[in-house]
Every structure is written in structure tokens, then in C-alpha cells.
T-cell receptor
């Protein structure tokens, strides 16, 4: 019940295209869903996050879509750029309990120039 | 600059040796965490601490030890009991009541 599944494992997109990464969770008690971006040799950095009371959140070129009934959420990167090439992790947790983060296995995104 | 500093960036361990990874933060965060990252896997929680002089085991604590004597510092010791220590180790911190974790740049540990 604590697992977060993430797909695809790797993704190659042309510059200007849309990158889509999907995650699914099992524990219906989760109520905070962040996405982290990690560049090689660096620590992950929070990109965008959503709570289940909304179905979509947009910040610039990054959008999270959330489907509570299906227990799925996805990250959409519009107008993908080579600088977006990184590994993206979805995660799920209970509010105010940082130690209960469950991370997906990650998606390595490559945006071709 | 506020942030989390991990050192060293690269570390090599010999058989039977204990090694200590440093993590320092100047964000005034109460909570600190240690994660292990292996290729193709998500981050796995080793230990976490919500307050000075208190810490709890995470999902994969065996073969590791920590201390939290100061708010700013949360060192991780990889003991000789950890038979497969080769990994990328990440330290993070957060405000206790917040989900937002801030990560350091990591330490890559290898076995000689």
C-alpha cells in the first residue's frame, strides 16, 4: 500500500514537444503529491506539488494533473527544452509527516535539441 | 546563502571500515533526513530526526547509524555491517510541520 509506481522509466522528447510522466499510488490516505527534478550529481529539487482537493495545478510550463478516483497523477512539461533533461521523481506523503514520503523510481527525461 | 551542505562529494570505503558522511544545514529546520539512492530506484529513507537528540529508523536503517547533537548537523555513519554500501546518499531537511524537503547535493560512496 506504500508503493508509488512511475512510468515510463525513460523518455526521449524533441525540443518543443510535450513530456508526460505518470504515477500511481495505492494508499488513499496520501494527500500531498510533489514532483522533484534531479540533475546528474545533484540532489533533487522540488518542482511542483499538488493536493487532492484540486484536479490540476500549473506553474509555467509544468502542470500536474490529478485523478483522485483512479489514484493517479501525472506531470506534463509543455514546450520541453534541452535544459529540462533530468530525472523526475514523483512522490506521495501524508500532510505534515515528511518522514512518510514514498518516492517513485524516477523517469530519466532527455530532450533532444 | 541558506542551504544544505553535504561532504565529502565522493567517498571510498575499505572492507570492514566505518565511514561518516556529513550533513549541515543553515535553514533553521527542525527535521532532517537521510536517503539512499540506487540506480533505477526511488529514494529510500534510512533515518530521520525531528528534533535534537532524537531520531527514528527509516525503511533501511540496518548497517547505518546517526546522531543529532546539534540542530544544524545530522551525520550518517555507514558501518561495516552494511554489506552493500555503494550508493548515492542524500541528506534533506524540512520544517517539522511541512512536507517540503530541501536536499543537499549528495555524497557518492564507493567500496574499494
Amino acid at each position: 500500500q506504500q508503493q508509488v509506481k512511475q512510468s515510463p522509466q525513460s523518455l526521449i522528447v524533441q525540443k518543443g514537444g510535450i513530456s508526460i510522466i505518470n504515477c500511481a499510488y495505492e494508499n488513499t490516505a496520501f494527500d500531498y503529491f510533489p514532483w522533484y527534478q534531479q540533475f546528474p550529481g545533484k540532489g533533487p529539487a522540488l518542482l511542483i506539488a499538488i493536493r487532492p482537493d484540486v484536479s490540476e495545478k500549473k506553474e509555467g510550463r509544468f502542470t500536474i494533473s490529478f485523478n483522485k478516483s483512479a489514484k493517479q497523477f501525472s506531470l506534463h512539461i509543455m514546450d520541453s527544452q534541452p535544459g529540462d533533461s533530468a530525472t523526475y521523481f514523483c512522490a506521495a506523503s501524508l500532510s505534515n509527516y515528511g518522514q512518510n514520503f514514498v518516492f517513485g523510481p524516477g523517469t530519466r527525461l532527455s530532450v533532444l535539441p | 546563502d541558506g542551504g544544505i551542505t553535504q561532504s565529502p562529494k565522493y567517498l571510498f570505503r575499505k572492507e570492514g571500515q566505518n565511514v561518516t558522511l556529513s550533513c549541515e544545514q543553515n535553514l533553521n529546520h527542525d527535521a532532517m533526513y537521510w536517503y539512499r539512492q540506487d540506480p533505477g530506484q526511488g529514494l529510500r529513507l534510512i533515518y530521520y530526526s525531528q528534533i535534537v537528540n532524537d531520531f527514528q529508523k527509516g525503511d533501511i536503517a540496518e548497517g547505518y547509524s546517526v546522531s543529532r547533537e546539534k540542530k544544524e548537523s545530522f551525520p550518517l555513519t555507514v558501518t561495516s555491517a552494511q554489506k552493500n554500501p555503494t550508493a548515492f546518499y542524500l541528506c534533506a531537511s524540512s520544517i517539522t510541520s511541512s512536507n517540503i524537503q530541501y536536499f543537499g547535493a549528495g555524497t557518492r560512496l564507493s567500496v574499494l
